[in-house]
Each structure stands twice: as C-alpha cells, then as structure tokens.
C-alpha cells in the first residue's frame, strides 16, 4: 500500500523538480509551477496504469481457474467483470489522493477546484480505460501481451504528445503526430481542468465515460461467455 501511495507522488517530485527550469519558457502558462503542469500527466499515467493492470489481472485470474470456479456459483458474468472494474478504479483514486496529499504537502500546490475537476475527469478516464482493457484481456487471453499493449500505450503518451512541455513546444511534425494519439486529447483535458479552463466539461465527460463502459461492459459480458470454459493462454 505504502508503494501503491509513493510511486505517483515520487514521479511528480522528481520531474518537477528536474524540469523545473523550463517554465521560464514563454510557451508554458504564465505563472504556472511545472508540478502543477505535470500533474494531469502523472494523473493519465495512473489511468493507463490501472486499466492495464485490469485487463492482466483478468487474464490471470481466468487462467489459474478462479473465475472458473465463480462461475459455479448463482452469479452473472457481468458482475464479475464489474467487481474487476469497481476494485482497479478504487485503487485509481487511492493513488491519486496520494498524488494530491503529497503534492499539497511537499511541493506547494495551490489546492483549487479546477484540481478537483481534473482529477474527476481522470477517474472518467480510468473507468473507461479499465473497460477497454478487460475487453482487450478477454479477446488476446495472455497477460504479457496486454502488458505490452499498455506500454505500447505509455510511450506515446509522456513522448509523443504534450505530456512533459506544451504543444506548442513540440516540433510540428510531433504535433501533427498529436492530434492523432487520443490520450493526448485527453491529457490537454485533464490540463485544461487543472488551470481552470474546462471545468465545465466535467458532467459530459462523466456522462460520456458512462455511456461507452456500459456498451463495453455488454461487450465484454458477451465475448467472455462465449470464451466460458476456455483456458487463456
């Protein structure tokens, strides 16, 4: 639990610190700390985190006969793959409670609502991931290579998109790159919140998330009762 709580903060207070210096750029929002700009990065860095270790938890749990075992018992396969979901979104919001507790404590972050806002547009975010992932779990049935999806996913979000600098920092072909990576769109979203541009977007973004894990939730529900009786690789 201590690691699970220290791994994020620890993140945002090195590279704060490390990248500090590049706030003095014009480019970067006029009197923003760069711990603050980082803090929507390490927030979708926790999302992907959680999803992905909802779809391998998954896998696994499917290959060493446990779900198998539920199975026997009166209960729907959709809630198990609800109590999957429910358990790796609590463990989003314990880690980002630590972000957000070590960040007030130790670096200084101004706690404002707009920080609120991107933290609830994160937990949106890891929802829906953590959707995609059980989906993504249950069609390839290996662990390893849903660990390797999500790192497929990972590298292009903190090198292929404003992650670590501002879009406008980027080189143009970077940018163009960008606008076509989805996490980045998010990313800008979860940044905008934090200094107070978007907040607005908060409801929709909840009722978007909403709509598109319940559809994945059906889909899943449908691919694994198909799968039942299969041993994943």
Request: charged share 10%; glycine share 10%.
């Given at each position: 639990l201590v690691l699970l709580l220290a791994h994020p903060f620890v993140m945002l207070a090195l590279l704060s610190q490390v990248f500090d210096p590049l706030t003095s750029d014009p480019r970067f929002p006029e009197g923003t700390p760069y711990s603050l700009f980082l803090l929507p990065t390490i927030i979708v860095m926790i999302a992907v985190s959680s999803a992905v270790l909802?779809?391998?938890?998954?896998?696994?749990?499917?290959?060493?006969?446990?779900?198998?075992?539920?199975?026997?018992?009166?209960?729907?396969?959709?809630?198990?793959?609800?109590?999957?979901?429910?358990?790796?979104?609590?463990?989003?919001?314990?880690?980002?409670?630590?972000?957000?507790?070590?960040?007030?404590?130790?670096?200084?972050?101004?706690?404002?609502?707009g920080i609120l806002a991107a933290c609830a547009i994160g937990f949106a975010l890891a929802l829906l991931l953590g959707w995609l992932f059980i989906l993504l779990g249950i069609l390839v049935g290996n662990a390893e290579k849903v660990q390797m999806l999500g790192s497929f996913v990972m590298l292009p979000l903190i090198f292929g998109s404003p992650a670590l600098v501002p879009y406008e920092a980027l080189p143009g072909w970077l940018q163009a790159l960008s606008l076509l990576n989805p996490l980045a769109h998010a990313l800008e979203l979860v940044r905008g919140a934090v200094l107070g541009e978007?907040?607005?977007?908060?409801?929709?973004?909840?009722?978007?998330?909403?709509?598109?894990?319940?559809?994945?939730?059906?889909?899943?529900?449908?691919?694994?009762?198909?799968?039942?009786?299969?041993?994943?690789?």
């Open positions: 909802s779809g391998t938890a998954l896998v696994r749990e499917l290959a060493n006969g446990y779900t198998q075992r539920l199975w026997t018992m009166p209960i729907s396969l959709s809630s198990l793959l609800v109590a999957r979901s429910v358990t790796d979104t609590l463990r989003f919001v314990v880690q980002v409670l630590g972000l957000m507790l070590g960040g007030f404590l130790f670096l200084r972050m101004p706690p404002t609502w978007v907040g607005g977007l908060v409801g929709p973004v909840f009722c978007l998330a909403a709509v598109v894990s319940s559809a994945l939730l059906c889909v899943a529900s449908s691919v694994l009762l198909e799968h039942k009786g299969e041993t994943p690789g």
